[in-house]
Structures are given as C-alpha cells and as structure tokens.
C-alpha cells in the first residue's frame, strides 16, 4: 500500500485569525490514539474551543473536540482530553517565553495530515480588541469596494 502524499486539512480554526492577532506560527505532531487518528481520518474534529500550554517542559493540546470513532469498542477514546504536542525543546522554550511575557496564547490554527501523519498548527496569538476587529472588517470591506470599482472600470473600458 503506498503512503500518503500531500497535505489533507480535516479541520480549521477560522474564528481564531478573527479573534486574535497571529504573531508566530509553529507546526507541531500530536500523540494520538488509534481511534483519534482513525476518527480524524474520517475527517470528524473542531478546534473551536481549543487551546495549548506549555507545562513541565512539554507542550499540550486540551479541550480540541475529536469525537469517538463510530466503529470503536471499548476501548475508544474520551472526545475533549489533553495530547501531548511533538516539537523540538527550542521551540518549546520560545514558545513558553513568549506567552509568559503576558497578552499572548497559544491556539490551534488546523488540524491535518501530512504526508499521513497528523500535525496541528498552533499560534501564539494575542487577542484583539472590540475596535481592532472593526477596524479589520472595515479594511477588509473598503479593499472588496475598491476592487469591485475597478472591475467594473475595467469591464465599461472594454
């Protein structure tokens, strides 16, 4: 059986880059189990709530809803627990630093395979003010209006 090539995106954080300024993003593996990664690959997860922490020297993932595998026994796993996160100490350290500097967090952006192993990126991020994030939609408004006037521009010159 060949291995998986690319990258297949199960699930992705939109609210997230709504919500907060992305300063850093860091790609990350996660310690899962056989029904996680099978539920996954079913394409079955919510970053919604989700958030990672940086605890003892490792980095963790909690409260990222994986629902239980439809065909798991027994032995499936609980939806909302805490996964250790797969990133290199330098990292790790630089991560801790930046978010005990206080305002920033880490969030996951998405969650997908790559290359058949599952990774999630995570930012560190700082939240955004009610104003910011009108400010943002205004921009992002002005831009569409703008670019719509000069299609039409365009459009009347032909």
């Known amino acids: 059986m060949p291995r998986e090539r690319g990258q297949k995106v199960v ?4 609210r997230a880059r709504h919500d907060y300024t992305i300063e850093d993003t860091y790609e990350a ?3 899962l189990t056989g029904t996680e990664v099978k539920s996954l690959r079913a394409g079955r997860a919510s970053l919604v709530d989700g958030y990672a922490f940086v605890e003892g020297g490792e980095a963790w993932l909690d409260a990222v809803h994986i629902p239980e595998y439809n065909e798991g026994t027994w032995n499936n796993h609980p939806p909302r627990r805490k996964r250790k ?6 990292q790790i ?7 005990k500097e206080g305002g920033y967090t880490l969030i996951p952006l998405s969650l997908y395979f790559s290359d058949g192993r599952a990774k999630v990126e995570i930012g560190v991020a700082k939240g955004k003010r009610e104003y910011d994030k009108r400010q943002a939609l205004r921009e992002r408004q002005d831009k569409r209006e703008a670019d719509r006037a000069i299609s039409a521009r365009r459009n009347l010159g032909d």
Request: zero cysteines.
């Open 85 to 90: 996160l797969l990133l290199h100490k330098e």
């Open 11 to 14: 699930a992705t954080n939109r």
């Open 93 to 99: 350290v630089k991560i801790s630093h930046k978010t």
């Open 29 to 31: 593996g996660l310690v």
